[in-house]
């Protein structure tokens, strides 16, 4: 790693592999679907891969924006060890611009000094384990940008019996995804809408690109997979999208994908849309039950019955949810539901865990 002072602060430059020079001087970024065309110095769309001396570099290893432990389910992930908690962390910058991003201040920031808090992967993972995290989750931003980081952290995770996950919207090409995905335990992939026009312009880019990634993770991984799709109203909300996307998921993915459906709140550039009514999310709900999506939640509200897992069989109650308290819980310690012995789709412990809803930031030493 070569070290290099700027104005405001030292840069790490981490080699990477995913890159091509072309003829003109520039260098060609291939870890996503943008395929930034650097010269001397740029930065690509992401903020943190740059061209520097003839080569795509990091310069984000080993620095985050924070590091918090936070329960499972905020991921959310409801169906990988519930009630688990899991060290959180991100860097800064992002692949996509999407105008209502929650999280803008780290994903939209152009500061080197956002990353102001460093770790080595064996630090980190030293630390969710003192902590008796059961996973680490690469979130906050897309780790899609900050993947070599985010490997290491997973072997070394993975070394001292830890799980890794990763929240991402699956911008991803085909070659660096391979890499990085077999790597990971389970995802949480962000669904943004189901129309081109969508992606485009609301988020800067292209959907397909993203259901190649949902696609790969189903069919040629051992990831557990989840999905969410955040609702906002009068942009990816309508029936007509709703059932276009529930059909597709049914076809493509199979009954057993878990679904969130997640409230939209005012932020970044999209201050003028009303937050997400819960009837928006009960009734996108209501659609997926209809092709069959077995387990389908609604988030960022409280509503103890859609945030709550139902047998697939019997449909009684298995996992009570209270935002992210655990409440009722008729699983067995292989994942069976106790009244008909159904199994439960996902990653379940031997013994029940509940964090509960606690956030705790964590400072490392």
Known sequence: MVSSKTNKSSIDYFPTQYWHKLDDGRVTCGVCPKHCSLRE??????FVRMHH?????LTSYGRSSGFCIDPVEKKPLNHFYPGSSVMSFGTAGCNLSCQFCQNWDISKSREIDTLCNGASPEQLTQSAAKHGCKSLAFTYNDPVIFMEYAIDVAIAAKALGLKSIAVSAGYMCDDPRAEFYNHIDAANIDLKGFTQNFY???CHGHLQNVLDTLNYLHKETNTWLEI?????PDENDSDKELNEMCQWLAENLGPNIPLHFSAFHPDFKMLDKE???LTTLLRARKIALSY???YVYCGNVFDTDSDSTYCSHCKKLLIERNWYQLGKYNL???GHCNYCGTILHGHFGEERQNFGRRRIPVRLT
């Open 41 to 46: 110095g740029k930065r690509g769309a992401c």
């Open 292 to 294: 069959g999506l077995n």
């Open 53 to 57: 001396q003839g080569e795509i570099v």
């Open 200 to 202: 485009h312009k609301i």
């Open 275 to 277: 937050t997400t009514p």
């Open 228 to 232: 969410t799709n955040l609702l906002i």
């Open 332 to 334: 067995n310690s292989k």
